[in-house]
C-alpha cells in the first residue's frame, strides 16, 4: 500500500514522483518506467516511500521532524546506493 509521499527511483538516480499521485503503479504506467523484473542485478527502478514516524492518531496532521524512507520492493536492487536516496528526499 502506497503512503504519503510515493516516487520512483531509476538506476540513473533520476526520481519521478507528481503531486497529487501516491501510487507506484500509477506513476510507472504514466512515466512508462520498466518493472518486469525482481531480479536484484537487473531491476531498473525502485519504488520509495516517504512516511512520518510518528505514533500520533493522526500522524499526517501533525508531523514530527522525522520520517522515514522506506524501499517498497521484495529485493533492494543491488545499484542502489546513498546518492540515488538522496534523489527521493530531494524530490
Known amino acids: 500500500?502506497?503512503?504519503?509521499f510515493s516516487c520512483v527511483v531509476k538506476r540513473?538516480?533520476?526520481?519521478?514522483?507528481?503531486a497529487g499521485i501516491d501510487g507506484?503503479?500509477?506513476?510507472i504506467s504514466k512515466y512508462k518506467v520498466r518493472d518486469d523484473t525482481i531480479d536484484m542485478e537487473e531491476?531498473?527502478?525502485?519504488?520509495?516511500?516517504?512516511?512520518?514516524?510518528?505514533?500520533?492518531?493522526?500522524p499526517y496532521l501533525y508531523p514530527?521532524?522525522?520520517?522515514?524512507?522506506?524501499?517498497d520492493e521484495k529485493?533492494?536492487?543491488s545499484w542502489l546506493k546513498e546518492k540515488d536516496i538522496d534523489s527521493a528526499w530531494l524530490a
Do not use: F
Request: a negative charge; hydrophobic letters at 35%; charged letters at 30%.
Open 75 to 77: 529485493v533492494t536492487p
Open 24 to 27: 507506484h503503479d500509477e506513476l
Open 12 to 18: 540513473n538516480g533520476e526520481c519521478i514522483w507528481e
Open 43 to 58: 531491476i531498473s527502478n525502485a519504488k520509495v516511500e516517504i512516511i512520518p514516524n510518528q505514533k500520533r492518531k493522526y
Open 64 to 71: 514530527d521532524s522525522k520520517w522515514d524512507l522506506i524501499i
Open 1 to 4: 500500500m502506497c503512503k504519503a
